[in-house]
């Protein structure tokens, strides 16, 4: 028998929770080169293209660029990432070829939002977008919307015209979509028009200031968009990205210079990363991308139009700033994480350069119990990351937290921050007690406990895993 090399060992070990974890289908919507964020964040996106089964990058409009689609841009970047993809691979296992990627790229067509739905409207994208859903797959397709969504409406729109209702039905449950705000007019039909739908937005249009108040301006617009204190805005700076990506090999030369802010569209996939922190099928648990809660937003001025049915849509965390405050805001909810995923991705863009030996990769965490546990008010709950292990050796540090908002526990003492005290929480094992002071419902409350293991390599990376406690009334 052929004995694996050491370095391919561990790159097998520290691609764990890529392979544990079934791969998300993605096809991308985005209105790339109406400003430099859609091509930052395709750059990021192509260097975790071993998390996802790539069905789709299709060329769109927006409000923004209402006339013009580039499917060339992607290709330029697509082809970047083929020159480094090889050493990608030394890395973590499963990045796709260029060749793979490129015959996926597609595009809708150069007009604005509804007057790109209906008889006669189909493009490449659209059908390419049916064709996913329709593929043999028990996964949903997941679709981040970059731009406007013109080419999902019509997919929709012809779907609906041609096939019986229990087939539409079908179709639409197979469905995953995240918007980045509203970028042009049928966002709003498609929400109205389908409502079973699964669908993320921070509703509404720039023009009325929608940008501000959306969620997905966490990722970096604390001096632009969001306007909110708290994160280390370093991290998210030109100065920073010049020096972590941009000069980083032929991937990174085509990350432009941001004029607004880094990467808005970005938040769109992060929680598909199985870093161990989010899932997908659950956006109010939390995660790099953000956190939402499913409910009827009310009208505000920067919609399009009312809402009409629960969607899944801003809600707050409250967050330890930087700055030493407390800061409970939709915003908060991303930027809590952004050191980690900012780290995360200047590594895997050393990846692109440099061997195995020369760059860091993530730890593999570890519970020494089950992930989920049924408790008692007043029990004391033992916590252990024992097993948790680093594939280049590195010292590890531990960090146990409660999240408060992703569970439904409510305290009845008016806690805030930290609504549940950890015991030895910079340690590998740890304890709580359920509280006895809560907030009654006839169901069980949750409570969600996040451990984050975080190595001691450069940059240094982290992962989680998440204990659910279950308290009984």
């Not at 996926?104 to 509804?114: I, R």
């Not at 966490?218 to 306007?227: A, E, P, V």
């Not at 899932?279 to 809660?293: A, M, T, V």
């Not at 526990?409 to 740890?430: E, K, M, Y």
Request: charged share 20%; aromatic share 10%.
């Amino acid at each position: 028998m052929k004995l694996l090399a050491l370095p391919l060992i561990a790159a097998l070990l520290s691609a764990g929770a890529a392979t544990a974890v079934e791969k998300p289908r993605v096809l991308v919507l985005t209105d790339i080169e109406n400003e430099p964020d859609d091509a930052m964040s395709l750059v990021r996106f192509l260097v975790y293209a071993n998390q996802f089964d790539i069905e789709g990058i299709a060329a769109t409009t927006s409000v923004h660029q209402p006339s013009h689609v580039a499917p060339q841009r992607i290709r330029q970047i697509v082809a970047a990432y083929g020159k480094v993809r090889d050493n990608l691979n030394l890395h973590e296992p499963g990045f796709p070829s260029a060749e793979s990627v490129l015959a996926h790229v597609s595009q809708g067509l150069p007009v604005y939002g509804m007057a790109g739905v209906g008889e006669g409207k189909d493009s490449p994208a659209s059908a390419l977008l049916i064709q996913a859903v329709d593929r043999d797959d028990p996964r949903p397709l997941w679709v981040p919307v970059w731009g406007g969504a013109n080419v999902l409406a019509q997919a929709l729109w012809k779907v609906r015209r041609t096939r019986t209702p229990q087939a539409l039905a079908v179709f639409v449950s197979r469905l995953r979509v995240y918007t980045i705000s509203d970028q042009d007019d049928s966002g709003p039909w498609l929400r109205e028009n389908f409502p079973d739908l699964f669908y993320i937005v921070s509703p509404g249009m720039d023009i009325s200031g929608a940008y501000h108040h959306a969620t997905w301006s966490g990722i970096s617009g604390d001096n632009f968009h969001g306007r909110f204190g708290g994160a280390d805005a370093a991290l998210v700076s030109n100065e920073w990205l010049d020096r972590h990506i941009r000069h980083k090999g032929p991937l990174g030369a085509e990350y432009p210079r941001w004029e607004y802010l880094m990467e808005g569209d970005t938040p769109s996939f992060l929680n598909l990363i199985a870093n161990g922190l989010s899932d997908p099928e659950h956006p109010d648990w939390g995660g790099w991308g953000g956190r939402y809660e499913r409910y009827t937003p009310p009208k505000q001025r920067w919609f399009l139009r009312a809402e009409t049915r629960p969607i899944w849509t801003d809600a707050e965390d409250e967050v330890f700033g930087v700055d030493g405050k407390w800061h409970t805001s939709n915003h908060a909810s991303i930027w809590r994480w952004r050191n980690a995923y900012q780290n995360d991705f200047a590594a895997r863009m050393d990846w692109t350069v440099k061997p195995y030996k020369a760059a860091n990769h993530p730890p593999l965490p570890q519970l020494a119990h089950m992930a989920t546990i049924a408790a008692k008010p007043g029990q004391r709950i033992q916590l252990s990351a024992a097993g948790s292990s680093d594939p280049d050796g590195d010292a590890l540090s531990y960090s146990w937290y409660c999240y408060g908002e992703a569970g439904t526990l409510v305290t009845s003492d008016g806690r805030t921050g930290q609504p549940i005290v950890i015991q030895g929480s910079d340690q590998q094992q740890a304890s709580f007690v359920v509280p006895t002071s809560y907030v009654a419902t006839s169901a069980p409350a949750t409570i969600h406990v996040i451990l984050a293991v975080t190595d001691g390599g450069t940059p240094r990376l982290t992962r989680y895993k998440r204990v659910t406690v279950s308290v009984s009334p």
